[in-house]
């Protein structure tokens, strides 16, 4: 498949970084209008206390309502499994369209299943405004933007490519940062492999942001490179690394790592577009599926 692309086009983007779950949410604005999209949105937890807020998602509404922009679209790359979204939270107060890949579906029938759901949660991505397809194009103002596949992290994971600016979300790290981990559920390290390469064919001067950065070996946090610097550096991908190479490095450095913090609440907000789930009276709860995952 050939993607619509038009490097000529530079989008405006601002970064915020949110320390608790290293996550860098996006605010995209079309350059020839005031219109925008969030990419990414974080809702703050503390799962300990069972407790909720907005901080994150305050900050990127104020931008946007300082700034005088109209919100198009609210776009999740994919399910996170790191932190929650807070897409329906910006929606009421900015409106916008919440935007996933189709595969969703894949994770809501597999996270259904982990958590028991009843037949209330709907596994048709109901819950979301906009399901996309590969090579599907939406618009922002005047600006097209284009989603592409990229499982691996995911089934439902995508890459939204926005003139020269794209949205990787967990797709690959920073270079040194090398990418994701391939082990949950629907995930494979050899879809993976090839999900990078189809974001690597993309033109060398394309900027990439990222989703997520961790600050390898004592760095500031960074989120923005290029096709080309990944393709020469990246530690796991880049240079003559080979498919098999990346397979074999990834299924061994998955087996070492821990779940995530937050993977037991995220998923149950996340696959239901950042709403939270509630109980029988109403009232929002989340369950631990215990020896599950
Ligand atoms: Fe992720």
């Not at 995209?28 to 969030?38: E, F, L, N, R, Y």
């Not at 929650?84 to 369209?97: D, N, R, V």
């Not at 995930?187 to 961790?214: E, N």
């Not at 690394?241 to 995530?260: N, S, V």
């Amino acid at each position: 498949m050939t993607y619509p692309i038009d490097m000529n086009i530079t989008p405006d983007v601002s970064a915020h970084f949110d320390a608790a779950t290293n996550t860098i949410s996006y605010i995209v604005k079309d350059p020839t209008s005031s219109h925008c999209a969030i990419i990414d949105s974080v809702m703050d937890i503390d799962y300990a206390a069972g407790r909720i807020t907005y901080d994150h998602a305050d900050a990127l509404i104020k931008e946007v309502q300082d700034r005088g922009l109209m919100l198009d679209w609210i776009i999740e790359t994919h399910v996170h499994a790191d932190h929650l979204s807070a897409a329906p939270y910006i929606q009421q107060k900015l409106g916008g369209k919440i935007g996933v890949g189709d595969k969703i579906l894949v994770v809501q029938e597999t996270f259904g299943k982990v958590f028991n759901e009843g037949t209330e949660f709907q596994r048709d991505g109901s819950q979301f405004d906009a399901l996309f397809t590969d090579g599907d194009t939406y618009m922002i103002g005047n600006m097209q933007v284009v989603a592409i596949y990229t499982p691996g992290h995911t089934p439902a994971c995508m890459v939204h490519v926005a003139g020269n600016a794209a949205f990787v979300g967990d797709t690959l790290f920073m270079p040194d940062g090398g990418s994701a981990r391939a082990d949950f559920p629907g995930g494979d390290a050899g879809t993976l492999y090839d999900s990078i390469q189809k974001v690597l064919s993309l033109p060398d001067d394309m900027r990439l942001f990222m989703c997520h950065d961790y600050g390898p070996n004592g760095r500031e946090i960074a989120w923005e490179t290029t096709v080309g610097d990944e393709k020469t550096h990246n530690i796991h991908v880049g240079g003559d690394k080979t498919r098999e190479d990346f397979i074999k490095f990834r299924t061994e450095r998955d087996a070492t790592l821990d779940m995530p913090k937050l993977i037991i609440p995220s998923l149950q907000v996340n696959m239901r577009a950042g709403d939270v789930p509630k109980d029988k009276d109403g009232n929002p709860m989340l369950k631990v599926p215990v020896n599950t995952l």
